[in-house]
């Protein structure tokens, strides 16, 4: 298992607790299987990255206030739920391309302006 990791079976829902989420399943699988399969999970980022997702996050929730947006009206005109948008203005998330254009669009600004 990997540090910082911890699974529970309670009946049929699985749930495994990470350092910034908790993701919970149902699963017919037996408890030591989903072990097995959530041992070899390893954050993808390192560290700098992860600083990096946070730096651009910050830059997005900078520019969404500075419209007066609230992250859930911001989050219908990007046509994406406030919950993503706030794990992007976190550095939760690795967004895509198309939603990084999609929240710039929404934001009146060049894409540059959000990863530079």
Known sequence: MTPNCYCKLFGLFFILLTERKAYVT???????????IFAGMKS???????NYLR??????????QNLGLSQETFAKTCNMDRTYISDVERGER????????KIADALKAPISNLIS
Do not use: D
Request: hydrophobic share 30%.
């Open 26 to 36: 149902y699963s017919p699988l037996p408890y030591p299987l989903h072990c097995l």
């Open 55 to 64: 730096e651009v996050g910050q830059r997005v929730r900078v520019a969404r």
């Open 94 to 101: 690795n967004i895509s391309i198309l939603n990084l254009k």
């Open 44 to 50: 993808s980022c390192t560290k700098t990255e992860h």
